[in-house]
């Protein structure tokens, strides 16, 4: 029997597309875990840090500044480097980073480790990479998109035009890269993450800008769900009507059959 050949993905295309459709400020990123450390050097002209990071500094980088990042266990902290994939939790982690979480987002170190308990991690490698997208230098494990709230709307509208889902997300507080890149690597759906104070203070996230981590399948049925709805009518920007208009008038055109009742 005749070996089937992997289909390729034009990256480039899709990136292109999503941020036409959607006028995203800055390129997804892509992201991938390593098992070992020696993978980073198959892949062309990546960045690899020489100094400690948080992991959102990375895809800053990519998305900003079209950097691809090579990154390992040495450039991150114990509670980056185990979220992002990087580092197995030993119970003497979680009892320092309890410690540390109860002087600030917790009252206690009990609380911290409810926390603690069950935010996801990605299993642990030798490294991780992370780059624009749309440079195809690799096949990601995980999109991650950020926008605004109405872009982050429209792209779940777009996902959900076909084989309808009622999606479903998290929030554990400080640690957004739990709540998006985790959750999505280990679940295979798509994961909404309001951005933390730490990615926004290092990762240079706005104050406006949320965050989806998509698993790769689903990119291709992003774009032509996007492009379903811009057929109709619904798209990026959204038209404001304001409060003093007559919302019947706009709507028996949008829904001609259900206003005819």
């Known amino acids: 029997m005749e070996k089937k050949e992997a289909k390729v993905i034009d990256w480039a295309g899709l990136t292109q ?4 459709l959607l006028r995203l400020k800055t390129s997804p990123v ?13 892949i062309p002209d990546v960045m690899r840090l020489n100094r400690m990071a948080s992991f959102c500094q990375a895809p800053a980088l990519a998305r900003m500044g079209g950097m691809t990042v090579g990154v390992t266990r040495d450039n991150l902290g114990e509670r980056c480097a185990r979220i992002s994939g990087l580092a197995a939790t030993t119970e003497k982690e979680v009892s320092w980073e309890a410690k540390a979480f109860a002087t600030t987002w917790f009252a206690t170190e009990e609380e911290a480790k409810k ?3 069950v935010y996801p991690l990605v299993p642990p490698g030798e490294a991780l990479v992370v780059a624009p997208l749309g440079s195809g230098k690799f096949d990601p494990d995980v999109i991650l998109i950020y926008g605004n709230p109405a872009q982050m709307m429209l792209l779940m509208n777009a996902l959900q035009f ?3 889902e009622r999606f479903q997300f998290f929030f554990i507080g400080e640690g957004a890269c739990a709540d998006g890149l985790a959750q999505s690597y280990t679940t295979g759906k798509p994961a909404l993450a309001i951005p933390c104070m ?19 399948k ?3 049925k992003a774009v032509e769900g996007l492009k ?12 404001y009507l304001g409060p003093l208009c007559d919302p019947s008038v706009v709507l028996t055109q949008i829904y001609p059959e259900w206003y005819s009742h």
Not at 17 to 20: L, Q, W
Not at 228 to 239: D, T, V
Request: aromatic share 8%; net charge negative; charged share 35%.
């Open 115 to 117: 926390q603690m308990a």
């Open 228 to 239: 379903a709805l811009r057929e109709r009518h619904i798209g990026y920007p959204i038209m």
């Open 30 to 42: 892509a992201y991938k875990r390593l098992e070992k450390i020696e993978e980073l050097e198959k």
């Open 218 to 220: 689903m990119m291709t």
């Open 198 to 216: 730490g990615e926004r203070a290092f990762g240079t996230v706005t104050e406006d800008e949320l965050l989806l981590a998509l698993p790769p």
């Open 17 to 20: 597309e999503m941020e036409r």
């Open 162 to 164: 076909k084989d309808y």
